[in-house]
């Protein structure tokens, strides 16, 4: 299995700057996608930003366009969001999502994985 560990949210004052970064850990072959999406309170679930595959797509929910940044480490895995100019409405749980080819217990296959949320709260 591919299990992803979220850390870099918190409390920051409106207009701050936060970083989230998504560490995997397994036996993972191809990266497909790797995303962030957000959950606020009585909100469903929703796409922040993605990136799809090496030198893929990148996509951004329109009310966070020019202010979040997501990139990745190839040589890790590791993705992350950059996240400026933060704004009482953009106060979630954030998650990271990945679609991936990975090898467990001796078997390859297609996988998507959720990390486990960091919170994050914009507020003066």
């Known amino acids: 299995q591919v299990q992803l560990v979220e850390s870099g949210g918190g409390l920051v004052q409106p207009g701050g700057s936060l970083r989230l970064s998504c560490v995997p850990s397994g036996n993972i072959i191809w990266i497909y996608s790797m995303g962030w999406y957000r959950e606020a309170p009585g909100k469903q679930r929703e796409l922040v930003a993605d990136n799809h595959g090496a030198g893929g797509s990148t996509n951004y929910a329109d009310s966070v366009k020019g202010r979040f940044t997501i990139s990745r480490d190839d040589s890790k895995n590791i993705t992350y969001l950059q996240m400026n100019s933060l704004r009482p409405e953009d106060t979630a749980v954030y998650y990271c999502?990945?679609?991936?080819?990975?090898?467990?217990?001796?078997?390859?296959?297609?996988?998507?994985?959720w990390g486990q949320g960091t919170q994050v709260t914009v507020s003066s």
């Open positions: 999502n990945v679609d991936v080819i990975h090898t467990t217990w001796g078997t390859t296959k297609r996988g998507e994985f």
